[in-house]
């Protein structure tokens, strides 16, 4: 039963269906290459945009900020770092990963 006694309907249940799946492989390449491009280029980490972006994040579903994740890539990471650092802050605070923070 889905909460309030209703069934859900079908366009959020193949909605769920199709998130996919993040492991924890997929999260460590990530925060890596965030890591390594900070490194390389350290005007691509902006802790104030990082903040204000992370503000964003937090009326956000979990589902909405992993499925974020696992749909991204290498060149999304590069292309919004901050955006991609502000996820993973919001989803430690949440407690559902826990990573060290950079």
């Known amino acids: ?3 309030g006694g209703e069934k859900p309907d ?3 249940v193949e909605a769920a269906e199709a998130i996919p799946e993040l492991t924890h492989k997929h999260l460590e390449e ?3 290459f965030l890591i390594s491009l900070r490194n390389s280029d ?9 903040t204000e ?3 964003g994040l937090k009326g956000r579903e979990d589902a909405v900020l992993l499925n ?9 990471w590069k292309e919004k770092p901050s955006y991609y650092h ?5 989803i430690q605070d949440r407690g559902i990963f826990k990573t060290q923070r950079e």
């Open 1 to 3: 039963m889905f909460p």
């Open 10 to 12: 079908k366009e959020f």
């Open 30 to 32: 990530m925060l890596q």
């Open 42 to 50: 350290p005007r691509s980490y902006n802790e104030a945009n990082i």
């Open 53 to 55: 972006r992370q503000k």
């Open 68 to 76: 974020s994740i696992a749909k991204s890539s290498r060149l999304r």
């Open 86 to 90: 502000a996820l993973v802050r919001e």
